[in-house]
Each structure stands twice: as C-alpha cells, then as structure tokens.
C-alpha cells in the first residue's frame, strides 16, 4: 500500500508540474500582451516597459519559465515586494498575491463542500440504501419519486426560491453570508446553512438514485447469492457483503465531486453572492486577471489529484477483490 501511495504520489507531482507547464504557455506565451493586460486602460509607452521589466517578460522565454515554476516552489520577488512560496504570482486587479488571495476565499468554499458532502452523503446514501433493502415498497417508492423530483431542480433555480422564502419574505434567516468558525460557531453555521441546503439537496436526488442502483446490481453478485444459499439472512447478507460493493461508485463520484466543489462551487457562490474560490475564478476572468485565473486552475486541479490518489486508497479498503497493480 505505501508502494502504491508512493508511486500515486510521484505521479501527481508529474502531472501538476505538466498542467503549470500547459498553463503557463498557454497565458503567459499567448499572442495577446501580458503586460498590456497588467498596465490596464491609458497605459503609456513608459509604464507599459516598466512593467515588462517587473514581471520578466523582458527576459527569454525560458527563463521566465523558470522564474514561474521556480516562485510555486520557492517563492518569487516582484517590484510589491518577496511573494512568499507557494507564489501563484500578483493580481492585476487587486496588487495582492495570489495565493493568500485564494486563501482569504477558500473557507467559504471549504465549509459548503464538507457541509454539503456530509448531508448528501447521509441522507442521499441512507435512502438509497434503505430504497435498495425495502425494494418494491412505499419506502422505495417514495425515495425513488422524491430524487427524480429533485434531480430535475437545478441551484440557480431552487437557490433564489429559497432565498425569497427564508430571508427576504419572512426573515427568519439572514442573507447567507461567511462567518468565521473561531470568531462565532452560530454565525458560521446559519451563514451558510441555505446554499449548503440547496447544493446538498441536487447533490442528495444523486446519490439516493446511484445508491439505489447500486447496492440492487451487488445483491445478484454471484458471492451475494451464495452467502443466502448458505442460509445467511437478507439483512446479514445486505450489511455484511453487498454494501461494500455497492460503495465503490459512489467513492467514484464521491472523490470528483469533492474535489470539484472544493475548486469552486460557482453556481452555488455566484447564486447566493458569497464571496468563494468560484466566484473568484469569474472574477479572474470577468477582470482579465490572468495570474488570479491561472492561480485558480492550479488549485482547483491540485484538489482533483489529491481526491483521485484518496478514492484509488479507498476502492482497496472498501472492497478486497480490487487489487492494485
């Protein structure tokens, strides 16, 4: 296992270096000029070379490649001062670094994706479960109704219904908003309590289908229906070896989920104004922030391999017969 940890390990690395590699040639090699981009509107002849010359683009191309690879590592210098590692480089639009810039929004992100995660997961799985087990009954029926219902409703549909609903026809709740955890648990609670509602609930109509279908394909798996031959009973049989099977595409999904949430949850951010890791991708491109965009990208694909390596790990522990190779 520490083999295969290892070898995953080096291989994302790899692949991280190769996708900074891409995204480097393809922003900053581009026909267009980045220096133009970074000078803005009215820029004269003057600040635009000043320019070049702080951002390096004065220097061949190499060894501006050198210079973008080397700061993720090493951290960089730039005319605003040392941009500590890991350096993403400097906002056009705000002058800050982008990595802390990222950092300020990821929580927001990060408290709806494990929030949502874990009401999709409990809810959307137990009833998918429990469809599987009660199959052809009420409980069945009424779980199965229910996800079609909610798989056709869509975040930037049920987001502001819920929004009239709660906050600006009632009051009951306050315009969703981030609260840090260490400065009030309440506050960071009920902030975000709505959109991780919402995004769980499409997330949850999911789940219960796909654990539904699940879990029925691994109860006429050949071992399933010997272990009832034997004379094993339905529930033993049920929780003892047809769940684990039936985890392993929702660990799947699971893991691109996640890590898709975590690179930025845009609908969600962008439907509710709260101010995350997706709302700051639109803003980068919205602003033709092209270090703020690129920063964004790395981060998000970042998340994607480290959840790939975590669901490989995973698919051994959940199911014996998967062998790694």
Known sequence: MLQFIFRRSVGAVVTLFLLGAVTFFLFVAAPSDYASLACGK??????LH??????????????????????????????????????????????????STIMDRF?????????????????????GMLAA???????????????????????????????????????WMDNPQYHPITDDPIKWFTGLLLPTLVMATIFTAQYT?????????????EHVRTARAKGMS?????????????????????????????????????????????RLAVDGASHKDLPLTMGVMLFG????????ILTDIAYAYIDPRVRLS
């Open 107 to 127: 929580p927001t992100t990060l408290t709806l994706t494990l929030g949502g995660a874990v009401v999709f997961l409990v809810v959307g799985v137990g009833a």
């Open 234 to 278: 339905s529930k033993y049989v049920f929780f003892r070896y047809a769940w684990r099977g039936a985890l392993i595409p929702i660990v799947t999904v699971l893991g691109i989920d996640i890590s898709s949430m975590l690179g930025g949850a845009v609908v969600t951010e962008i439907t509710f104004s709260l101010q995350g890791i997706g």
């Open 50 to 99: 000043d320019i070049r010359e702080a951002l390096g683009l004065d220097q061949p191309l190499a060894q501006q490649f050198w210079n973008f690879m080397s700061g993720i590592v090493m951290g960089r210098d730039f005319p605003t001062g040392h941009c500590n590692a890991p350096c993403l480089g400097v906002s056009f639009y705000s002058g800050d670094p982008v990595w």
């Open 301 to 308: 694909a970042f998340f994607i391999l480290i959840f790939n």
């Open 209 to 221: 289908r796909m654990a539904r279908s699940s879990m029925i394909e691994q109860m006429a798996e």
């Open 42 to 47: 009215d820029c004269s002849p003057q600040r």
């Open 133 to 171: 087990y009660k199959r052809g009954s009420m409980v069945d029926k009424v779980a199965t109704g229910a996800s079609m219902v909610l798989s056709s409703f869509q975040i930037y549909f049920l987001g502001p219904i819920v929004l009239i609903i709660f906050v600006y026809s009632t009051g």
